[in-house]
């Protein structure tokens, strides 16, 4: 079974500065998709940005990026002067490419922004 | 916009009580999903539904179950609800085939079984 280990329950970066939170993932398949998902206080959550295995170029939506290392199964999102609004819970995900789009969740990072 | 709705956010019950949680999507979604949200462990699959009265049990889903017997509805059910039940729970629908795999969330449900 795929898992999907997020290691830092919180981080903090001053507003405007930029920020990288960390993923790793296991498993034996080789086609698969990663996901970012934003869950901002008492909010629904909202995809940030995917990334598809096959594809080597990292993906990148306005200030969000991704670092998708396939080899080392890590797949991190920077983020880039840093906002207010981004103050939120990230959750990395995974979903196979066989059988049902279930997606596997990692723990959570809880992202602070300081004024 | 995708919207799904989940009918409550806020959800007080007693132990042993019958729990619905009710979700709904206006996008025509074949594929719904019900996950728990715990702190420290992240979101967990308990039950989805990929077409009407069709259910697939998901990583957690002993002490509950679902129905879908509309394409836009899909609800959870406690049928004794538990103390070890209180969490956050959080509805989802996505397009079918292997192309739209997005999944939209809903707002969430915090139930508190006391």
């Known amino acids: 079974a795929q898992t999907v280990t997020q290691s830092q329950p919180e981080m903090s970066v001053q507003e405007a500065e930029t920020v990288t939170l960390s993923c790793t993932y296991d498993?034996?398949?080789?086609?698969?998709?990663l996901f970012w998902y934003k869950q901002p206080p008492s909010r629904q959550m909202i995809l940030v940005i995917r990334?598809?295995?096959?594809?080597?170029q990292n993906a990148t939506e306005n200030r969000f990026s991704v670092n998708f290392q396939k080899a080392a199964k890590s797949f991190s999102l920077k983020i880039s002067d840093s906002q207010l609004g981004d103050a939120a819970m990230y959750f990395c995900?995974?979903?196979?490419?066989?059988?049902?789009?279930?997606?596997?969740f990692g723990q959570g990072t809880r992202l602070t922004i300081n004024p | 916009d995708v919207k799904v709705t989940q009918s409550s956010r806020y959800l007080v019950k007693r132990t042993g009580e019958k729990v619905f949680l009710e979700c709904v999507q206006d996008m025509d979604h074949e594929n719904m999903f019900w996950y728990r949200q715990d702190p420290g462990l992240g979101l967990r699959l308990i039950y989805f539904s990929y077409d009407v009265k069709m259910k697939e049990k998901g990583d957690i889903p002993e002490g509950y179950s679902v129905s879908r017997e509309k394409k836009e509805r899909f609800s959870l059910i406690l049928e004794s609800a538990s103390t070890n039940q209180t969490s956050m729970y959080l509805c989802a629908s996505s397009l079918g085939g292997p192309v739209q795999n997005i999944q939209y969330f809903g707002a969430g449900t915090r139930l508190s079984v006391l």
């Open positions: 995900a995974y979903r196979s490419d066989q059988g049902a789009q279930k997606l596997v």
């Open positions: 990334q598809e295995a096959y594809k080597q």
């Open positions: 498993t034996s398949e080789s086609d698969y998709y």
